[in-house]
């Protein structure tokens, strides 16, 4: 559908404030229950502290502990020190997110006999991920990212986590394309303009379903590339990334990319489950989320630096090389800028890399000469279309969709 739904006009943007260096006042919310009401700006829970160095949840217990800040039992976000340069996120390193507790393991213990329901086509029936296995055969590499990511640098603090760049990575998926399985039983129904996808958490017992189940509709457009995946970075999904099998929509930010996916329907309208119907919308600052105002859909472009940064450190003057990842999101990334002198001037960085295509992110580097003193350096990408990273974010309540290169920005120490 149209770009309006997902991208940030600069021309919204409201009451633009100033930059706050991030960190210290970091909060997080307290649980992922509480978590889906927060993001729709309904709830009212206290945020805790954040605290550094928390133990890794079990069921992640096989992540790299240095590669991961644990915000909560079910928020984890990659370190900035801890990306690499080589385009993939390893699985050790990815973020999580999970909006109910995951499901139990036992779900992956038998991969081929999961079951998928697939609703809204002439011949809907349910089909094992065995036979998903024999309709077809795609890969590809796309960059999943939070909805939220980039909160931590609205000074309005929003409600939900205070990612900062983590809640990212580039990961390679397999899978069958949904357009190929749609096509295989029959096509779409007449009037269906979503796919609404359901994911495979149990749901606790006592409370209106749904209130906290995980369903998300998008334009059926997003079904052009969109993949039923059970293979992440060259293994089966690891139930925490939502093995074992996966809605994945390129283009579109993570809430959309359904875990544990136990069920594909086009429908006419979109679900109304409160992820859906209040949660995940751009809402004006101070207000709650509604079905009018847009969802968190397709992605902007977006770029940020990962080294040198503050917290690695002093940096030793000289010869330095400026690495950081750009993406298009909806479009492919064309190019990226970098500043050494908080955006009076900018230089263009090289790309750096395979091109894994549209949907990943590239590596970029610019190499430069820093001398002793305090330095502010920042990046702005440019999509194939033209649109330029913004200055400023959008200003909105749940603090979605921030691609500010100013609030993105690192004042870096060189000795
Ligand atoms: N079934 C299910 N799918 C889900 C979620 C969830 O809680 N349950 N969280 C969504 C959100 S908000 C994000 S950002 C991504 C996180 O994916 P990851 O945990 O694999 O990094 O999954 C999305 N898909
Ligand atoms: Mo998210």
Redesign the pocket.
């Known amino acids: 559908m149209s770009e309006k739904t997902a991208s940030i006009p600069s021309g919204s943007v409201i009451n633009p404030a100033r930059r706050r260096l991030m960190a210290g006042g970091a909060t997080v919310i307290a649980a992922s229950m509480t978590g889906l009401a927060k993001a729709a700006g309904t709830g009212n829970a206290p945020a805790t502290p954040a605290a550094p160095g928390k133990p890794l949840p079990p069921y992640v217990a096989w992540k790299d502990p240095n590669a991961m800040i644990v915000h909560t039992g079910s928020t984890l976000e990659t370190r900035r020190s801890a990306f690499g340069t080589s385009i993939i996120t390893p699985s050790e390193q990815?973020?999580?997110?999970?909006?109910?507790p995951a499901p139990d393991a036992s779900i992956v213990a038998d991969r081929d006999g999961w079951e998928i329901s697939v609703e809204g086509v002439k011949h809907p029936r349910t089909l094992t991920v065995k036979e998903l296995k024999t309709l077809g055969l795609e890969t590809m590499a796309t960059v999943?990212q939070?909805s939220g990511n980039g909160r931590g640098y609205f000074p309005s603090k929003p409600s939900g986590t205070a990612w900062q760049v983590g809640?990212a990575g580039c990961v390679v998926w397999s899978g069958v394309p949904v357009r190929v399985v749609m096509e295989a039983l029959g096509g779409m129904v007449d009037g269906a303009v979503y796919m609404t996808s359901t994911?495979?958490?149990k749901l606790p017992d006592g409370i209106d379903p749904k209130s906290v189940m995980?369903e998300r509709s998008v334009p059926r457009s997003a079904m052009a590339d969109a993949l039923l995946a059970w293979e992440m970075n060259g293994v089966p999904i690891p139930l925490?990334?939502?093995g074992p099998l996966r809605l994945i929509v390129p283009g579109y930010s993570?809430?959309n990319?359904?875990?544990?996916i136990r069920r594909l329907a086009f429908t006419a309208e979109q679900t109304d489950a409160a992820i859906q119907r209040t949660g995940y919308r751009i809402s004006p600052p101070g207000q709650k989320g509604d079905p009018s105002q847009p969802s968190v859909w397709e992605m902007s472009v977006k770029s940020w630096i990962n080294s040198p940064a503050p917290e690695s450190g002093p940096v030793p003057g000289g010869l330095v090389q400026i690495k950081g990842v750009a993406f298009g999101g909806i479009h492919a990334v064309q190019g990226v800028e970098v500043s050494i002198d908080g955006g009076k001037t900018w230089q263009t960085a090289k790309f750096v890399g395979p091109d894994l295509g549209r949907y990943a992110w590239r590596q970029f580097v610019l190499p430069v000469k820093l001398s002793a003193g305090t330095h502010t350096l920042a990046c702005r990408a440019t999509d194939a279309k033209g649109n330029r990273q913004p200055e400023e974010r959008m200003e909105n309540a749940a603090g979605y969709n921030n691609t500010s290169w100013r609030d993105h920005a690192l004042t870096i120490h060189v000795v």
Do not use: D, M, S
């Open positions: 990815l973020y999580i997110r999970n909006n109910l999943l939070c809640a994911g495979g958490e995980v925490a990334h939502g993570g809430v990319n359904i875990k544990y």
